[in-house]
């Protein structure tokens, strides 16, 4: 059974919308992401009504950005999704800010990175760090969150803010080990999630952490028949196959990695299913016409480019680039932006948009859309978990990593890439002779304080044994 946790409910000052003006009042308020004040329904004085559109925002657990159609893949993976994209704003240089579940999704709510907040080995998000769902809540909105990732859930405080908060993976079969991996009817969550959307009229904001494409890769029969025909699944597809792969434990052919990607493109094409039965029930329902929606992804995934599967273990581009794509009310569609941002900066964007109070400077990834070619922007930086000892630091032309050493104070550089010439991270070069990764080493050691000095295990010493299960599952931990 789902184990659902419930938010606080909504503070007094986010009264019912009772008499507010026409959702159709609304439609249009974003100007490039800048929300403008609504004009007054008449009547008394109210308190003040959130002024923003609907939102959604749809993850797909371990997608990485150049297996969806929208970023150039020739494979029918995404039709969904692409569509969003024809519709709005592609983030071509999108980066997570780890290779792993927990501290890139925490920097997409708390809108800070890794490097800021600290928050790189899984622990419980402290109070002092407001989430996402608490921001928009404060600014009006009634918040739902559902998950179907262990990470993402009250365990970790990931259901701060959220009115309603679902969690679905089942703690009781793992406590008695009964399966290695839930099935789980996501497309009757993703129907309830709608009744609830359209339970009142007062603007939502509707998070949702989809387990696909995540290890295992075992969607339905027909996207298997689709994408992967000839690949044997129950083998290729098992965590526990590509965990020995990872460990080094087996070794596979080129015609074996094939049938490991193409049950891979076939996962995914089911969580872009899910994100299209969503849209249709949403449509149905004529909720659509003002939301913006926004699909993104948490981390990548590797299929041994660099000696590595699945992920958390490196910061090469298939484990840190991200699909971001994003329809909102006022952006031309199929917009294009090459600028590099984070999670942290979409997290960011979606408060401001909802018209939560921000630093001048923080929130404007949705103006970017409105400016030719993207404005500059600080590099980015990037974490693999503690034990894996690894950062990238990364411009839009340049990328250097570093070994940080066991305690994340160190900045060695390894290897630095001209990603222009050398997009797939090939050919590495000596890092002491290029000015260039002096500047991006210069960077980092400016901005990972709070992470330096971090000790422990990835995941913490004292978990729940459920919950070390349905890690252990997903092959989070050993």
Request: charged residues 20%; negative net charge; proline residues 9%.
């Amino acid at each position: 059974m789902p184990n659902r946790t419930a938010a606080p409910a909504p503070a007094s000052g986010s009264p019912e919308m009772n008499g507010r003006c026409s959702p159709r009042g609304r439609r249009g308020a974003l100007l490039v992401g800048l929300i403008l004040a609504a004009a007054a329904c008449g009547g008394p004085r109210e308190p003040a009504r959130p002024t923003g559109p609907n939102i959604v925002v749809f993850l797909l657990d371990a997608a990485r950005a150049d297996h969806f159609g929208a970023y150039g893949y020739g494979r029918p993976t995404t039709p969904h999704v692409d569509a969003l994209a024809a519709e709005g704003i592609v983030f071509e240089s999108a980066v997570s800010e780890a290779a792993s579940t927990f501290p890139s999704t925490a920097a997409l709510m708390t809108g800070r990175s890794p490097s800021v907040s600290g928050l790189l080995a899984t622990q419980p998000i402290p109070d002092r760090y407001p989430m996402l769902a608490e921001r928009v809540r404060a600014a009006g909105y009634r918040t739902y969150g559902y998950s179907e990732n262990p990470f993402i859930t009250g365990t970790f405080r990931f259901d701060r803010g959220f009115d309603r908060f679902d969690a679905v993976f089942p703690h009781e079969s793992f406590a008695q080990n009964q399966i290695d991996v839930p099935e789980i009817d996501t497309e009757a969550q993703l129907q309830r999630a709608v009744e609830w959307m359209q339970a009142e009229s007062r603007p939502f904001f509707a998070y949702f952490h989809i387990l696909r494409p995540h290890n295992p890769y075992l969607p339905p029969a027909e996207f298997l028949e689709r994408l992967a025909p000839h690949a044997d699944a129950p083998l290729y597809g098992d965590t526990r196959t590509l965990a020995a792969i990872e460990r080094g434990e087996r070794q596979v052919s080129e015609a074996e990695r094939a049938q490991i990607i193409a049950l891979y493109d076939a996962n995914l094409a089911y969580g872009d299913a899910l994100f299209g039965s969503l849209m249709a029930a949403m449509s149905e329902r004529g909720l659509l016409d003002d939301t913006a929606v926004v699909v993104l992804s948490d981390h990548g995934e590797g299929f041994l480019e660099h000696g590595h599967v699945l992920h958390t273990s490196t910061v090469y581009d298939e484990m840190i680039r991200v699909a971001a794509v994003a329809r909102l009310p006022g952006i031309r569609p199929g917009t294009r932006v090459a600028a590099p941002l984070q999670l942290r900066d979409i997290g960011n964007a979606l408060a401001r948009l909802a018209g939560a109070e921000l630093p001048a400077d923080e929130g404007r990834a949705f103006e970017l859309a409105s400016e030719t070619g993207g404005r500059a922007s600080s590099p980015t930086v990037s974490w693999t978990l503690p034990r894996f000892a690894r950062a990238a630091v990364r411009s839009s032309d340049h990328k250097l990593i570093v070994d940080v050493g066991a305690d994340g104070c160190g900045a060695t550089p390894l290897h630095f890439f001209e990603l222009a010439s050398d997009p797939r991270e090939t050919h590495p070069r000596p890092p002491q002779r290029e000015p260039a990764a002096a500047e991006l080493a210069d960077h980092f050691r400016s901005q990972r304080a709070p992470a330096c000095g971090h000790q422990g295990p990835d995941h913490g010493a004292d978990l729940d044994p459920a919950l070390a299960a349905q890690l252990r599952a997903l092959g989070y931990i050993e």
